[in-house]
């Protein structure tokens, strides 16, 4: 299996190359060159098996033969060992035809977990065969950054950075990244907002002598192994509910695009997929561009669902390449126009082919508090706000006859103060999230400031041999 990118001027590359790689040369992101098929009998087949062993399935034939069978199987054991549900990914039924899938029970309670978990095994394998190391960097408003420092703590060939803006996050969400007892761990309190975090990481992999100095890696979710990670819960899902016998639709709360782009590569792959909701908060790109054909940049909104807060999904480009008949040139074309003007305008044929995989919708925080508390009352379920999103959309996209999944892609303990006002329900902390609060915390402020961070990374690292 080789790897091409959508802009079509870098060099097709290996699984293991592409992981290290993150992304393409030509600022591209990597695709598969083609999609793996599942005969309806492959599918059927997954049915009632661990979730450990379904990844296996999904994932090897992603993998090119660069991984040895049974240390593949060995990697994905040990990843969903990790997690605090024998069944991984549970479904839990909300109404007749309507289903939730749970996807946080992962160390960090967020649904990055479950591909996060699986990169930093399959990236530390790969460096370990190489006798290599790397250095992770990554900006986080939250989420991914602990979901990071959670998957990498404690790797041998990993030293893993994460930039944060000082105050600006949750002490719950600080704690996550502060506390992890681990040296190849380096939490960074910026003097600054998220953007001027996320500006800093662009410099970084933006000065190529740093870049090959320290052997930088990403793992934010432009990496393909996040998107292949994500793939194999829509197939355990969907068997669970009937597939390959009949088609089943997702809802999936969508900020970078990556989730929902998984569910359809597991549709191009041979799940009968009925639809997938791009579900969005206010700031609605996705949505707009679902019902308008034009995706234009606008200002960003902050929400009670933060994760999805928003304007420039990444992942959207790994689509534009599918339905522009996979032509790298006319994707360029597109990006460089997002880049000039601030969007684009998608061509009818390109619209119509987005349309028949995808329906989008937003809900608002009016109608995303009403969703929370109607679910609460109905079933005494308790969501985070970025679920309730996803559920409030698919209420006016359902079909009968056709089960809906909403992706729960957070625990309600994660935003407790949006599920209290929404639901009137105190939400209790979970043991493992409590013990936090406790423990000693360990990072160091920096100014915002691109020399001080490189020389801090320069000077932990251990990727590189020799320091001046
Ligand atoms: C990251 C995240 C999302 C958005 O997922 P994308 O893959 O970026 O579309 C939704 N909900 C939660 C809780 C998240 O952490």
Known sequence: MRYVSTRGQAHALGFSDVLLAGLARDGGLFVPESWPQMSTQDVADLAGRPYADVAFEIVRPFIGGEIPDDELRRICVSTYASFRHEAVAPLVQLAPGRWIMELFHGPTFAFKDIAMQLLARLMDHVLAKRGSRATIVGATSGDTGAAAIEAFRGRNNVDV?????????????????????????????????????????????????????????????????????????????????????????????????????????????????????????????????????EYRVGPVTATTSPSMDIQVSSNFERLLFEVYDRDGV??????????????????????????SDFEGGRADEAETAAELSAIYRGTGFLADPHTAVGLAVARRLAEPGVPMVGLATAHAAKFPEAVTAATGVNVGVPRQLAGIMDKPERFVTLANDRAAIEAHIVHNTRAIAEKV
């Open 330 to 355: 006319a994707v360029a074309g597109l990006m460089d126009e997002l880049k000039r003007t601030g969007g684009f305008v998608l061509s009818q044929g390109a619209l119509e082919r987005v349309r």
């Open 161 to 293: 950075f994460i930039l944060f803006p000082e105050g600006r996050i949750s002490p719950i969400q600080r704690r996550q990244m502060t506390t992890a007892e681990a040296d190849n761990v380096h939490a960074i309190a910026v003097s600054g907002t998220f953007d001027d975090c996320q500006a800093i990481v662009k410099e970084l992999f933006g000065n190529i002598g740093f870049r090959e100095r320290t052997a930088l890696a990403g793992v934010n979710s432009i990496n393909w192994a996040r998107i292949l990670g994500q793939i194999v819960y829509y197939f355990t899902a969907a068997v669970a509910l009937g597939a390959p016998g009949r088609p089943i639709a997702f809802t999936v709360p969508t900020g970078n695009f990556g989730n929902v782009f998984a569910g359809y590569a597991a549709k191009r792959m041979g799940l009968p997929v009925a639809k997938l909701v791009v579900a969005t908060n206010v700031n609605d790109i996705l949505a707009r561009t679902l019902e308008t054909g």
